[in-house]
């Protein structure tokens, strides 16, 4: 309930006006909603399965940002100093004098962080041992490896499955050449095909 009251509290006005506006919106038409311009930046992420920034993700603990988990194959992961449980306590731009994030809204915190790929990002962060460190890391293009589909070949009572999972429906609406679900589904069609019949 803490944490709930917490997160209203946080709210400013163009978060109030999103909800006003999507209040309206549903109540005339269900399959309409309203993005203000956080929520675009969200839902392009969510849709493309792409970001640029670091390469974690973050939660609020109080007044506090913890580190929860970090991508694999981003930056934050391939630099093997951050690591889940960890506190972000400033954040500075390149050599920019670094800001102090604790109590700090979450959604603030993470625009800080994110940035253009080949950015500097320097995170004055609390390890899990309670030490003070300051992580430099360079930005980069991170894809959210879950979003994407995959396959594999299952055998039962001698017939082998060609199985597809699909997590959601993905696209990139900047980039017509970047993975969609239509394509990926395809080429994961043709390469069971191949994998079956050759072990037929």
């Known amino acids: 309930m803490n944490d709930n009251f ?16 999507n209040a309206i919106a549903s ?26 920034g670091i390469g974690a993700r973050l939660q609020k603990k109080n007044d506090f940002t913890e580190i929860t988990e970090l991508i694999s194959g981003g930056p934050a992961w391939r630099g093997k100093q951050l690591e889940a449980g960890d506190i972000v306590l400033k954040v ?15 959604d603030d915190v993470v625009k800080k962080i994110k940035g253009p790929k080949g950015t500097e990002v320097r995170l004055t962060v609390k390890k899990t041992d309670g030490t003070i460190k300051v992580i430099t ?33 993905y696209i ?25 019949f050759r072990a037929s």
């Not at 309409?32 to 839902?43: D, L, P, V």
């Not at 050599?95 to 700090?104: L, S």
């Not at 980069?140 to 597809?164: A, M, Q």
Request: aromatic share 12%; hydrophobic share 35%.
């Open 27 to 52: 109540r005339f038409d269900p399959h309409t909603s309203y993005f203000g311009a956080s929520e675009k930046e969200k839902f392009d992420v969510s849709m493309s399965g792409k970001l640029e």
């Open 137 to 169: 890391i360079i930005r980069d293009e991170v894809e959210i490896e879950e979003t994407y589909v995959k396959s594999s070949v299952v055998e039962k009572d001698g017939y082998k499955y060609g199985i597809i999972y699909l997590p959601k429906f």
């Open 92 to 106: 500075a731009q390149a050599d920019a004098e670094p800001i102090d994030v604790v109590g700090m809204r979450l």
């Open 172 to 196: 990139d609406f900047e980039d017509q050449n970047s993975r969609d679900a239509g394509k990926d589904v395809a080429i994961e069609v043709e390469r069971l095909k191949k994998k079956v």
């Open 6 to 21: 917490s997160f209203i509290k946080d709210l400013d006005r163009e978060d109030w006006f999103s909800i006003y506006v």
